[in-house]
């Protein structure tokens, strides 16, 4: 059946959208936190290169020169916070030190978190506190104080960071494993409410990444053989291989994207 001119219309409005830069990040601001090292340090150069300027809140003050270089190699601006997440109001006075330095902010990434192994029979209340704060209390509180913002200006975009062990049982990290269960969750919960105020909020979902947590795991080989031999892609992801899709998630391409969980794991949850 041929196509009616509105038809052809809006397939030419769509057209002349798509021509548009959807994947810059020009003009926004994002908080990153945890995201002086490791792929914190990753996500916040990803976005620095799409044209974000970067507001790290991280607890210590290990690499932020070489964060910083990084970053305003890229042309971007970047400031940096040191405060323990974990701590009663502070996710309200991150968020507000972050629009006192920038005017604005437009995208939270929740990266910051820790992981402690342990027989499930071995486990120790104070890990389980603590893991449970960082990786799952703390981003609660870090995306009701940022949406408060968001639900003001009325756009914003909130990447949780997720897990396979948000979809698996996985082995001797069970505070590891209930706080990326709750990661999942606490990201399909601010995106049944949030997207009425132009807000999207989405979670990644890495698999096995070379990183120093993983080291240890890949440094015993029955383990490592276990895990590539689940992996279609058939190797361990290199850090860089995250970083397009938390580029994607914070851009005007993902506008219509929102409550998912997007594993990056070169196929690891199809077997």
């Given at each position: 059946?041929?196509?009616s001119?509105?038809?052809?219309?809006?397939?030419?409005?769509?057209?002349?959208?798509?021509?548009?830069?959807?994947?810059?990040?020009?003009g926004?601001?994002?908080i990153v936190?945890?995201?002086?090292?490791?792929?914190?340090?990753g996500?916040s150069?990803?976005?620095?290169?799409?044209?974000?300027?970067?507001?790290?809140?991280?607890?210590?003050k290990?690499?932020?020169?070489e964060?910083r270089?990084?970053?305003?190699?890229?042309?971007?601006?970047?400031?940096?916070?040191?405060v323990?997440l974990t701590?009663?109001?502070?996710?309200?006075?991150?968020?507000?030190e972050?629009i006192?330095k920038?005017?604005?902010?437009?995208?939270?990434?929740n990266?910051?978190?820790?992981i402690?192994?342990n027989?499930?029979?071995?486990?120790?209340?104070e890990?389980?506190?603590?893991?449970?704060?960082?990786n799952l209390?703390?981003v609660y509180?870090?995306s009701m104080?940022?949406?408060?913002?968001?639900?003001?200006?009325?756009s914003?975009?909130?990447?949780n960071i997720?897990?396979?062990?948000?979809?698996?049982?996985?082995?001797?990290?069970?505070?590891?494993?209930a706080?990326?269960?709750?990661?999942?969750?606490?990201t399909k919960?601010?995106?049944?409410?949030?997207?009425?105020?132009?807000?999207?909020?989405?979670?990644?979902?890495?698999?096995?990444i070379?990183?120093?947590?993983t080291?240890?795991?890949?440094?015993?080989?029955?383990?490592?053989d276990?895990i590539?031999?689940?992996?279609?892609?058939?190797?361990?992801?290199?850090p860089s291989e995250?970083?397009?899709?938390a580029?994607?998630?914070?851009?005007?391409?993902a506008?219509?994207?929102n409550?998912?969980i997007m594993?990056?794991d070169?196929?690891?949850?199809?077997?």
């Amino acid at each position: 059946m041929a196509q009616s001119a509105e038809e052809i219309k809006q397939n030419e409005l769509a057209l002349d959208k798509f021509k548009m830069d959807l994947f810059s990040l020009k003009g926004k601001v994002a908080i990153v936190t945890g995201g002086n090292t490791g792929l914190g340090q990753g996500y916040s150069v990803a976005l620095a290169e799409a044209g974000a300027d970067i507001f790290v809140a991280t607890y210590g003050k290990a690499e932020w020169d070489e964060t910083r270089k990084m970053v305003e190699k890229r042309g971007r601006r970047i400031e940096f916070t040191d405060v323990d997440l974990t701590a009663a109001g502070v996710a309200e006075k991150v968020v507000a030190e972050a629009i006192a330095k920038f005017g604005h902010v437009d995208i939270l990434i929740n990266n910051a978190g820790m992981i402690k192994r342990n027989p499930i029979l071995e486990s120790k209340d104070e890990d389980w506190d603590r893991v449970i704060n960082i990786n799952l209390n703390a981003v609660y509180h870090m995306s009701m104080a940022v949406s408060k913002e968001f639900a003001k200006q009325k756009s914003g975009k909130i990447i949780n960071i997720g897990s396979m062990l948000s979809f698996q049982g996985g082995k001797f990290i069970p505070s590891y494993t209930a706080s990326k269960h709750g990661v999942a969750g606490l990201t399909k919960a601010f995106a049944s409410e949030m997207g009425a105020y132009g807000v999207q909020v989405n979670a990644i979902a890495p698999g096995y990444i070379k990183t120093a947590n993983t080291a240890p795991i890949r440094a015993q080989k029955d383990r490592n053989d276990e895990i590539l031999g689940r992996i279609p892609a058939g190797h361990w992801a290199e850090p860089s291989e995250l970083m397009g899709v938390a580029v994607f998630l914070a851009s005007p391409a993902a506008d219509y994207v929102n409550g998912i969980i997007m594993p990056v794991d070169g196929g690891y949850l199809v077997r």
